[in-house]
């Protein structure tokens, strides 16, 4: 399987070591956990929603690379937790933290969740018909590989990149839209 994780230029697109900050899934010295999203939407988004972006003359600044990775086939364990819980801001991380941690004491160390970052649908494929045009949209996943990064292989699928414009809209923001 294909997932995408957008990284700063100066930066690997994977941890090496446990100095990565908290996040939704793992707490403070827990790394590494690699985050990956099943689609470009799903990773512009998490950025988007994390650094608060709404504005969209704001796009134009921005200048990441997007990474194409190979994650393997295995399967990952589904989440249960409440849909607030897995889409609410950073006041739910501890929740989340602590599902990941007693997952992860069963031997867990791949999980997927709903994006956080997308609202419902906010995946939006594009296919070709007569030119261009929109597929059905998808819900966003989100997937999490605990552990050293030895066995993922990455391809940079841009440099200097931006989302789209058209994306705004679609990320489930920590606070509503100007």
Not at 43 to 62: Q, S
Request: proline residues 10%; hydrophobic residues 40%; charged residues 30%.
């Amino acid at each position: 399987m294909i997932a995408f994780r957008q990284v700063d230029w100066r930066y690997p697109f994977l941890w090496e070591d446990a100095s990565q900050p908290a996040g939704r899934w793992h707490g403070e010295g827990e790394g590494p956990a690699h985050y990956f999203a099943d689609t470009p939407d799903g990773a512009w988004a998490e950025f988007l929603r994390h650094e608060e972006i709404d504005d969209p003359a704001d796009l134009l600044t921005i200048r990441r690379q997007m990474w194409a990775v190979e994650i393997g086939d295995r399967p990952d364990r589904q989440v249960d937790l409440p849909s607030h819980i897995l889409k609410g801001g950073a006041d739910t991380y501890p929740r989340c933290q602590q599902k990941a941690r007693a997952l992860r004491a069963k031997g867990v160390d791949r999980l997927a969740a709903p994006s956080a970052a997308l609202i419902a649908g906010g995946a939006r494929p594009l296919r070709v018909r007569n030119g261009v045009e929109p597929a059905d949209p998808r819900d966003g996943l989100v997937i999490v590989i605990f552990g050293m990064p030895d066995e993922l292989l990455g391809w940079p699928a841009a440099v200097d990149a931006r989302p789209p414009d058209d994306l705004l809209p679609r990320v489930h923001h920590y606070r509503p839209r100007r």
